[in-house]
């Protein structure tokens, strides 16, 4: 062997320098009683005292390897080599590297020989030694690709010049036979058509054939994690799992020159006690002798995040548009028939065996998706409200590539403002500099300052936060009867100022219109005049009801309240609002005044493109021409936009809910992928 | 009125735009018709879309207004008043401010003129203003005294240059009659003695004596701050409670030209639920009519942070000395009494009916304190070990100025690693440019890929990290019997360097001092020569016994692996480290070998100032001399620390305890204020 060994110059010392100041510097012994074996990884430096084993007397040593081994003195001495004994001082320590894997154990060898003061060896340490490669691997640059030893793959940042891989909740349902989502289906082992929704990790090894004697690979999570992904391994023609919340560890074989693939699904999303991070670690174990645990030598750690739930607001394109059938909306449905097909999408009708004469698609569930490099898909979030349409997300919309979230709080704390209704998001917008390019996501609940209020319920209100890309904002909703928010406020895209405009219901909008109506000599025209047995008002009986006026002016300064609200955190200007005629009147409910629209609800509408379906509001005609679908028209057409008006009077406006609570739209999802967000 | 009208030219609105441009906005209806009374908060805008409440015809405007009021005409109009009618535009909005407090209601007052084509007058719209001056200020700047409206008290930031105030968690006991902390204490009110503990809070009013009818203050946090904080009113001779859990929001008297004091106390330590962040809101609340709730329409709002449990590392001043005393202690008492004395420092024996034969006085408990700019005191951490000393933090420490606080996981959970011997602190360092001003927190745990292991218990775990301003780092002590970091750790101070070393137990240095005494010819020296009743061994023997070479070996490495990680998270250098000669040696302990010390484990060793009181190693002499003792002196001599042997063999060491586990030291806090550190 000794004529293998290659003495190391300075200058290749100091050339190499950086291979020395691994982050991973690994203590290791150096015994003069016996033979050693060590092994190393590559990218790693060992680091061992000299002094620390120095036989008694030692006054100088000298170091020698084999050509694969490199190491270096510290501190450093004015020699060139240390194949001829050199002074030990207190403080000398050898730091190891090697610059290949081996073929063979132990075919590589460094020895350090101890001299008395007269030079004469005293003894020798021999470090004998065998290189491995090891890289736990993600697709941490998230080009859907799972490239080598990445060295920013245990840290997750975002933005564009980000990194950390990405992992989806496997909340999908790959089978339609006893269907449910996939993570919680058959926890011990995946299909194959289910590994495009898992995340790929691959271990790549390099070294000789096994590893030498005792020594394991173990792959290992915390338990919190445990309770938050699997981790499944690629195997002949199935995917066995191999990490989960009851197995925090596992061996993994060791290949010598090959690799293992291995697929990661998330189970949760993140939540109020989950930021959506979790990693994975690799260890190297070192056996030491029986009974006694083996220790690791060396751990590769890999991140993923979690990718949250993501809401998508009016201005994207529209996929498919919902809405139930029942005994008596054949009208609306023929309206919404007429709109969506003309424009182009989808109508996707629920029947009543489904519905069950529940008609508010709105507020059973709100569209969402979820994406990574590799997939994504939409996911529905279902809404706690579960009345007679609460099935359908579940039985309906789930299935291969559409999954399913919900959040089941206690009965009790359900409230009117759990339905989705009263959950929207806005299109993107900067505020103050910050930018929004998910937009930000809207609920309504009650004041702080109201000592009993109905609310949104905590736990679908901590989910909504903990998905972070579309901080939410919460409005002042409980002034309505059914406390909404899509009651008074609405977006709809613009081609000019910041691609959108915020819709408000506004009664001084409303008492405007028909003071001029008065004014220009139609103070006699009738509202409600088309709908049977409905009993019309006219423009002057309106104005002459001071309560009614007192009742708008406090649904106009609760609007106000919220609008003051959105202009702060949505970054808006008066001129990207727009103020709809619509007025309001209070109802008794507990001793608690709230409002609800007094004819139909022009702001809650559908949102399709360029085409808006808006609840005709059967207001005062002038020559024939409804005057406040005339100002709807004038106000929208401005910014090149449709009207459909669609009589939802007897089957929605009568029951407290208009076009927008009775329908639901999927959309595509954003072009801007949600990790390149400047957080 | 008309005569103190005032024009305003168009100089004084640009000169004064910044006071417009507050963030606090709030949008105001005008009505023409009736009377308008606006309650206006100074610092505030009011806004108001002039051609909302416009008349039919309105081509013109004109503006009025008293003194004090001030207003500006968005978009800007190219003339230098608007007292004479100007063209109303579709965007027109004005602009509302007030200079000062009103002196009595409605004393201010603007006006809005409507003109048609011909600039005849149709209709005016009137504001009848009251301002007042509302603010809820806290000591914000953290001098330890409430400042005025400190434009940053509703946020919260770290550093020397940061704001947002501070809160005690109100854990200590005023009375000693029924003792118990007094935020668990008689809820409804606090006695005076007790103010000091709170952080103050004032609300300070400008404006006419009573606010206008129907118009209230109201003081309110959210539900989750509701668990974590109380806030108390000052009154003539107490404090009667006015913010808790089940009080969430609560009217507050309006003084006019006055202020209201209010103290606050903290009720939770931050943890893994809690950021310690809390919020306190005070609202105006605007009457609507009869049956419909207030809106608000100002709300002011501060924020505190809640002082965290903050540990202190050995290199701080000690203040007073704990051990107990028990039957068979008397020579280990004797000696600490010695030395505690000696130092210049207060030696407080728990005595036999308190610590009921327990004398690990190190594992019960742990010192910290709490700090805010007003007040700070120490905090007892009383660790879930429970054993026969577990009162003695309770019913002994807990007092005046002297705050306890626990967290108590199921029993099952815990285990021999929940003693606080397994919880350390470092002296401050900087690792990597980032600054750890108080130290971090040291644990031992399980290693992660181990099956099975012995855990610090997550509720404690989650307690530590939670507080944040000494990141702990967990490290490998399950290898351990006992399983305590103070089994191979301690830090002790130094003039040079880093302010400290880190000293290691060694069994490599252990091995290499008992084979320089072989090489020298004292192989036949004796360990454990003075102990009555303990067979002795000598060097020779302990060197030929290669099963002992083993373990020390497997011990050896397993502080090697805690030394590199060591190393990392605290960003020592070798230097920074002194190896002590200690020897382990491997017990079995149901089917899993563990180390315990082979002869007094000397790092286990108290540290107070420059005096180190050390268990005496009894190990082999030459001349007379102990050679461990010899080594430790001539170690820690170098850095001018002196070392006191104290006999703690029968006592402790047998026991499997030593010097450290047997005694606990409170010590200063650090003058360095943790509100300013860098996170």
Not at 98 to 112: F, I, Q, T
Not at 385 to 411: A, H, I
Request: hydrophobic content about 35%; overall charge negative.
């Amino acid at each position: 062997m000794q004529s293998t060994m290659q003495s190391t110059s300075l200058p290749k010392f100091l050339r190499q320098k950086d291979e020395f100041s691994s982050q991973y510097t690994r203590t290791c012994r150096l015994d003069v009683e016996k033979r050693q074996s060590v092994l190393y990884v590559l990218g790693t430096t060992l680091k061992a005292s000299l002094n620390r084993s120095a036989p008694p007397k030692t006054k100088y040593f000298s170091v020698k390897c084999t050509d694969n081994v490199q190491y270096i003195i510290s501190p450093l001495l004015q020699t060139t080599s240390y194949l001829s004994p050199v002074p030990l001082m207190d403080n000398s320590v050898l730091l190891i590297t090697m610059k290949e894997a081996s073929v063979h154990e132990n075919d590589n060898k460094l020895s350090v020989w101890y001299y008395d003061a007269d030079k004469t060896v005293l003894d020798k340490a021999v470090l004998h030694l065998t290189g491995v490669d090891i890289s736990l691997d993600v697709d941490a640059d998230r080009d859907g690709f799972v490239e080598k030893n990445n060295p920013n793959k245990n840290t997750w940042k975002w933005g564009p010049h980000g990194h950390g891989a990405i992992l989806l909740v496997n909340c999908d349902a790959e089978s339609l036979y006893k269907k449910r989502p996939d993570h919680e289906r058959n926890i011990k082992r995946r299909m194959s058509s289910d590994v495009k929704d898992m995340s790929p990790m691959v271990l790549r090894t390099k070294g000789p054939a096994k590893l030498p004697e005792g020594y394991k690979l173990v792959l290992h999570i915390c338990q919190s994690d445990g309770e938050k992904i699997r981790v499944f391994i690629s195997s002949v023609d199935h995917y066995p799992l191999v990490l989960y919340s009851a197995s925090l560890s596992k061996e993994i074989p060791y290949l010598g020159n090959d690799e293992i693939k291995f697929y990661v699904e998330g189970v949760k999303f993140p939540d109020k006690d989950f930021d959506g991070l979790i990693h994975i670690n690799l260890s190297l174990l070192e056996p030491i002798s029986e009974g006694i645990p083996e220790t690791p030598i060396f751990t590769d750690a890999v991140v993923f995040r979690v990718a949250p739930w993501i809401m998508t607001p009016n201005t994207l394109r529209p996929v498919e548009v919902f809405v139930c059938s029942t005994k008596d909306n054949y009208k609306f449905l023929k309206g919404m028939k007429s709109l969506v097909e003309s424009s182009g999408y989808k109508l996707k009708i629920c029947h009543e065996y489904m519905n069950r004469g529940d008609r508010w698609m709105q507020d059973e569930l709100e569209f969402g998706y979820i994406d990574s490099p590799h997939h994504g898909f939409p996911v529905v979030l279902d809404s706690p409200r579960d009345q007679q349409l609460d099935d359908f997300p579940y039985d309906v919309l789930l299935g291969p590539d559409f999954g399913y979230v919900t959040r089941e709080p206690k009965r009790k704390d359900v409230s009117s403002l759990d339905s989705f209704g009263n959950l929207e998001v806005s299109p993107p917008v900067t505020v103050n500099g910050k930018h929004y390019p998910l937009g930000r996501i809207i609920i309504g609940v009650a004041f702080p300052t109201a000592s009993k209020g109905r609310n949104m319920t905590k736990m679908v209100q901590d989910f909504l936060w903990a998905q972070t890309v579309q901080e939410p904002i919460a409005l002042f909703s409980d002034w309505l009867e059914v406390g909404h928010v899509d009651e008074f406020m609405s977006f709809v895209p613009a081609k000019d100022r910041k691609g959108f405009r915020l819709l408000l219901a506004s009664p001084d909008a409303g008492y405007k219109l028909f003071k001029n109506l008065q004014n220009d000599g139609h103070g006699d025209a009738k509202l409600f005049e088309d709908i049977p047995d409905e009993p019309t008002i006219t423009v002057n009986e309106i104005l002459a009801d001071k309560i009614l006026q007192d009742e708008n002016n406090y649904s106009q300064s609760c609007i106000d309240w919220n609008r003051d609200v959105l202009k702060r955190e949505l970054g808006l200007d008066d001129e990207d609002i727009i103020d709809l005629p619509v007025l309001f009147k209070l109802v008794e409910d507990g001793g608690q005044y709230r409002a609800l629209a007094y004819y139909p609800d022009m702001v809650n509408m559908i949102v399709l493109g360029e085409n808006l379906g808006i609840p005709k509001p059967f207001g005062p005609k002038v020559n024939g021409v409804c005057a406040l679908e005339q100002e709807m028209v004038s106000l929208m057409g401005n910014l090149g936009l449709t009207c459909t008006f669609i009589d939802d009077f007897t089957s929605y406006h009568k029951l407290m809910g208009e076009v927008h609570c009775g329908s639901n739209v999927r959309r595509s999802p954003f072009d801007f992928k949600w990790w390149n967000m400047e957080m």
